[in-house]
Structures are given as structure tokens and as C-alpha cells.
């Protein structure tokens, strides 16, 4: 018995030390290097990613949103069977102060119920985000928040209808307290619709206040109640990101201070939360807030990289993005130990354990073990203003004196170079940050020629984040020179430590960008080759970073190329970028790596007769996977306009 223990426990330590064995000149690379932006932008939360059918839930959308709206924007009043009544807003009894205004209902005659064949009553029906999608068989999870404000119970109806009427699902439910009080139902749909509306429709003669009328399908991202669509959400788990940021973005540091994006908004129950206009022009209902963002990053496998505002709002506040309006408004510096505790307080949140204030609130959330928060961002593109440079300074201190381990991201504004640049790199040097956040968008060009960037970057300072890049457009053409810079990153791992591409998602008809990596509506959803390239990154990620594995021609700037190995697997991978027309040979040699070479892999993303994905053809560009086995030292004819990633496995 002994024997066979020394024996497994040799073993053991043999495979351990083949697995962790690097062939010399292996440069250790950052393991967090590729992850997802995601910002609500372009109705990317509200109307996409939030699984929320009813839109203007809580009757909160306002004209300082757009221009046009109030409460009962995207709400029809209706009285079938010849039923009289009326609707009414209030603000006189809100289910809490975050969430101020309900509606009240006035029944004061039911028709007939015989010839509208038994609906008659007085009520209201939302179509959703352009119509909600309900499937045959599939179920959908109601509920309200009610309160009966005369004597009697009032019957109540939900149904779901297709826009002729037709019944698609129904429910009962008495609404019987005079204090507010959440009603649910299940209702499951018996036919496919993806036009459909929610009606609910007191019965009864009587009055009362209805508010959070929500309806979502029972099928969200891993069964979460208030929770994600499911195929947008598992698009995004398929990229398998090393990280998520969020929640922006200009949303982030927003139109305004009133409109900075304030953490603690957003928490708790969804009643209880606080909607804000978005800055992109829309209302965010907050239902998609911070412990949902921390839980669906926990349900990928993803660190959570929440960015907090530093204090001062976005520089653009009052005008349009990037071209300024009132400008950037700080908060008063008597306001800044509150401001300090309210970004110290999301660690506690976060890590703290259940018994601290802010952990026993995320423990009452459902979430009692930590969410591991590792990294913070602070401030979000900010023009370096003295205001600004103050109030980052003091937040940074504090942070770091209070949570020395957290890993702090500071920003260098929206452009590659420049004086927000220079004076947000000026900063972080001078601060000792750990992390510095750049932004860029700029053509494909400047990509292919600015892909040494990050080789002539100082060494020994913060570590870069390429927090929101992307080359302006959808086309193979601009996904591959994306790829082409990716190597970059690779190459520099050492100091480029996270990179994320900006925006994730846009739906059709309510985009305000239109660079983005998946494009959806409420039914379809097209990844753009931008999407496969990122996804062949991530899923393809290595530890260790070797040069001189792929020979090419160095003057070529349309080629790129890297070689990364991931030190678990023993698993060698190969990334070759061709930028140009034409095929190009590269050679490599593997002669330094001890694999077995029968087992290796190609993913190929090239440009065929079409260079995008429209909603007519979703999958007119989408990489392909071939079985290949690779020589010791072999040439690869790189086709021309693709990204080959060939994934040589250790079997050993
Ligand atoms: O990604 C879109 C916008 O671009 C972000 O909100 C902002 O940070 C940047 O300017």
C-alpha cells in the first residue's frame, strides 16, 4: 500500500513538472489577456441582454429621456367588452423612493362579458421592446406589484395575445391587499409569436394602483430569475472571456454628475432600485445591475472588472458623444468622503465576508461566498482636468490603503495619444497605478500600422488595458486586421494585460454606434466577423508567449503572426494573420516544443464571396475547423484576408 502511494505520488509530481515544463525563451504573458466590453449602449441591457419583455415596467420613462415620453410611454390603456374606467398616474404612493411613480387603475363599469366572448374589463398592454417573442409550449414567469385601493378584491387578468387578438396565454389572479404586495403567475404559451403583447385587465368594479409590471420567459441564462436572455447570454459564455467590464462605457461616468452611474442604484430588489436615463439617449431600468453583472460573470468563468466613475462626469455631458457640450462636472469636494465610501463599500460587497455591511447585503442577494473581485476601474475616458486629476488621486489612495490588493485601472482618455493621454499616463506613472485603461477607434489602416505599438511601451510601469478598441467597421477585412494587432497583445503580454473590443452589442433599429461586435433583434442574432475573431483569441489562449516559432517576412505589414503555449494543457498554439489579397507562406518550427504532432487542429476565419454577416445571411462568414497534422518544421501558405489558428494538442 505504501509502495503504491510513493509510487502515484512520483507520478504525480512527473506529470506536474511535464506539464509546467517551458522550452527556454517562453516570455510569462498575462492569463486575463482577452475579455468582453459590455456597456448599455445601442439597447444592449434594457431590450437586449436583460431578459425583460415589458418595456417601461415601472411606468418611469420620463420626457428628459426623449423627447415624447412620460409613464405611459409604451403602454396602451384598453377597455374591452364596452367597459368604462380610466387610467391615472400617481406619485403619491411609491413602492419605494427610488420608484415613484404607479398607476392606478379606475374601473367604474364592466361590460359585457357575453359578447366580447368574456373579456371585458379596464387595463393595460405593453408590446414589449417591438413586440415580444413568446414560444408554443415555453413558459413565462408574471408578476406585479398591486394594492387594491377600494373595499372589494378586484379579479385580475394576464394574457398574452398576438397583435389580432388571438389568446396565446392566460392567467388569474385576485389582487386582495390595500398595502402594495407582489402578485406572480406562470403562464405558458400555446403558440409561436414574435409580435406579441401582455395585456392585464382588472374585472371588477373598483380601483387600484398597479406598478413593475414584468413578464419574463422561464428560460434565461442558467434559470436566473430576473435574469438573461439565454441565446445572447450563451453567445457571450461561448467566447469563453477571461473577464467582463462593465458597465461601460460613457454610462459609466454620465451625462451629468446626476447621471454618474451610481453602484448602490442598483442593487437589491428590483422594486427598490433606481432607473436613470441612459446616456446613450434611452431609460435603464437598473434591473441589470451589479449583482447581476458580478453573477453572470461567475456563471462563465469570468473575473468581474466593474468601473466606477472617478467623480466627475463625462466631458460630452450636455452635447453629443465627443463633440462637447456643457462639459465635464466634477462632485463637490465636500461630497468626496461619501463618494470615497461608496467605491470602498463595493469591495466590501463584493469580497466582504457575510457578516460586514455590505457583504451581509450581498449574501441576502443570494450570494453569501465572495465574488473574488480582483480588479477596479476608475474613471472612464476622463479629460485630465485638475478636478478630475484630484478626485482620482484621493479615490486611488484610498482604495489602495483600505484594499492594497485590489488591482486599480485608471484611464488615459479616448484617443491613442494626445494630451489626455500623455497627462492620464502622467498620472498613473507618478501614482504608481497598477493598470492604465486606453481607448481607440480608428480604420483598418492605422491598425496594420501602428501593430508594434505596445513593443516599444516602458516595461517596469503600469500594465495596459486596452479597455474599448475596435477598427471602424463589420467587414473580414476590418476583423482581421483586428487579429493582426491581437498578436500584439500576445507578443506583449508581459505588459498588455487586458484588451477588450467596443461595443458587445447593438440591436437593429436601436443602434447609436455602429461598430459592434453581435447585432440582434428580438428573434436573431448575427455575430460579424469581429465576434469570431475575438472568439478564436479567447478560446485559444496561452500563458506563455515564444518568439521565433513563425518565420514571415518582417517587412510585410500585412502580416502578423504569434506563438503562445498554455503551460495546463502542454497545448502549443499557432496564430497567422494575412492582411493583403494574396497567399503568403510562413514558416514554421516546432523543433523546440516536445509534442506529439499527430493531433493538431485549424481554425481557419477567411474571406470568401462575402466579407460580412447581414440578418438575411448570419452565417455568410464564420470560421471553419480542419484536422491537421503538423511537421516539426513545416510551411503554411496563409491564405489571403484570414486568421489561421492551429492548436498543436500535447498528448502526453
Ligand atoms: O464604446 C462606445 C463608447 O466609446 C463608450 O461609451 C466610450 O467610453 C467610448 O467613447
Not at 409569436?193 to 441564462?221: R, Y
Amino acid at each position: 500500500m505504501k509502495k503504491l502511494l510513493i509510487v502515484l505520488l512520483v507520478y504525480s509530481f512527473c506529470k506536474l513538472n511535464l506539464i509546467a515544463q517551458i522550452p527556454e525563451g517562453g516570455k510569462k504573458i498575462s492569463p486575463d489577456l482577452f475579455g468582453l466590453f459590455f456597456e448599455d449602449i445601442n439597447y444592449a441591457a434594457d431590450g437586449g441582454l436583460y431578459a425583460e419583455m415589458v418595456q417601461n415596467r415601472s411606468f418611469e420613462y420620463a420626457p428628459t429621456e426623449q423627447p415624447g415620453w412620460n409613464p405611459f410611454s409604451f403602454w396602451q390603456y384598453v377597455s374591452p367588452g364596452y367597459s368604462i374606467g380610466h387610467v391615472n398616474v400617481s406619485t403619491n404612493m411609491p413602492i419605494h423612493p427610488n420608484n415613484p411613480t404607479c398607476v392606478v387603475l379606475d374601473v367604474e363599469v364592466v361590460g359585457d362579458y357575453e359578447q366580447v366572448k368574456g373579456v371585458a374589463g379596464v387595463g393595460l398592454q405593453n408590446s414589449g421592446f417591438d413586440g415580444m417573442v413568446v414560444r408554443a409550449g415555453e413558459g413565462y414567469n408574471f408578476s406585479m406589484f398591486g394594492k387594491v385601493l377600494s373595499s372589494k378584491p378586484i379579479d385580475f387578468l394576464i394574457r398574452i395575445q398576438d397583435p389580432g387578438g388571438k389568446v396565446l396565454a392566460d392567467a388569474s389572479l385576485i389582487i386582495s391587499d390595500n398595502e402594495w404586495k407582489k402578485y406572480e403567475a406562470n403562464l405558458t404559451a400555446t403558440a409561436d409569436c414574435d409580435s406579441a403583447s401582455l395585456m392585464v385587465l382588472a374585472k371588477n368594479k373598483g380601483e387600484l394602483a398597479l406598478d413593475m409590471i414584468s413578464l419574463f420567459p422561464e428560460n434565461t441564462f442558467k434559470n436566473c430569475s430576473n435574469g438573461l436572455r439565454a441565446d445572447l447570454a450563451q453567445l457571450l459564455a461561448d467566447m469563453q472571456p477571461r473577464f467582463v467590464r462593465f458597465p461601460g462605457g460613457c454610462l459609466v461616468h454620465g451625462d451629468g454628475t446626476g447621471n454618474m452611474y451610481r453602484w448602490k442604484n442598483t442593487i437589491g430588489p428590483v422594486e427598490q432600485r433606481k432607473g436613470q436615463r441612459n446616456i446613450w439617449g434611452y431609460h435603464q431600468s437598473a434591473g441589470l445591475g451589479f449583482y447581476e453583472y458580478f453573477q453572470f460573470c461567475e456563471d462563465i468563468g469570468a473575473k468581474p472588472v466593474p468601473v466606477l466613475p472617478a467623480a466627475v462626469s463625462c466631458q460630452n455631458s450636455g452635447g453629443t458623444w465627443r463633440i462637447g457640450g456643457t462639459g465635464q462636472k466634477a462632485l463637490p469636494i465636500d461630497e468626496m468622503p461619501e463618494y470615497i465610501q461608496e467605491v470602498i463599500d463595493l469591495i466590501e460587497w463584493a469580497n466582504g465576508p457575510v457578516d460586514s455591511e455590505w457583504g451581509a447585503k450581498r449574501a441576502a442577494a443570494g450570494h453569501p461566498e465572495p465574488f473574488n473581485l480582483e480588479y477596479l476601474g476608475v474613471g472612464n475616458e476622463d479629460k485630465m482636468t485638475p478636478e478630475f486629476i484630484e478626485r482620482f488621486t484621493i479615490i486611488y489612495k484610498a482604495v489602495k490603503e483600505k484594499y492594497p490588493d485590489i488591482k486599480l485601472i485608471g484611464t488615459s482618455g479616448p484617443f491613442p495619444d494626445g494630451e489626455d493621454f500623455e497627462k492620464g499616463w502622467d498620472l498613473c506613472n507618478h501614482l504608481n497605478v497598477d493598470v492604465v485603461d486606453e481607448h481607440y477607434y480608428k480604420g483598418p489602416e492605422w491598425f496594420l500600422s501602428n501593430m508594434y505599438r505596445y513593443d516599444k511601451y516602458e516595461r517596469n510601469g503600469p500594465k495596459v488595458y486596452l479597455g474599448e478598441y475596435a477598427s471602424w467597421g463589420n467587414k473580414v477585412y476590418n476583423a482581421i486586421v483586428e487579429a493582426a494587432y491581437m498578436t500584439g497583445f500576445e507578443r506583449n503580454g508581459d505588459i498588455v494585460k487586458m484588451a477588450s473590443y467596443a461595443p458587445l452589442l447593438a440591436k437593429k433599429g436601436f443602434t447609436q454606434w455602429n461598430t459592434d461586435m453581435i447585432f440582434f433583434d428580438n428573434v436573431n442574432i448575427v455575430p460579424t466577423p469581429n465576434y469570431y475573431v475575438q472568439k478564436m483569441f479567447m478560446t485559444n489562449t496561452g500563458d506563455y508567449y515564444f518568439d521565433g516559432v513563425i518565420e514571415k517576412d518582417e517587412s510585410d505589414s500585412t502580416l502578423a503572426a504569434s506563438c503562445v503555449m498554455d503551460s495546463k494543457t502542454g497545448d502549443v498554439i499557432l496564430k497567422m494573420v494575412n492582411a493583403s489579397d494574396e497567399i503568403k507562406n510562413m514558416t514554421i518550427d516546432l523543433s523546440r516544443f516536445s509534442l506529439t504532432l499527430s493531433d493538431a487542429e485549424i481554425t481557419l476565419l477567411a474571406e470568401d464571396a462575402d466579407d460580412e454577416n447581414t440578418f438575411d445571411y448570419v452565417d455568410n462568414v464564420v470560421p471553419v475547423k480542419i484536422g491537421f497534422q503538423a511537421d516539426e518544421i513545416f510551411i503554411y501558405p496563409a491564405g489571403p484576408m484570414s486568421l489561421t489558428v492551429i492548436r498543436i494538442k500535447n498528448n502526453r
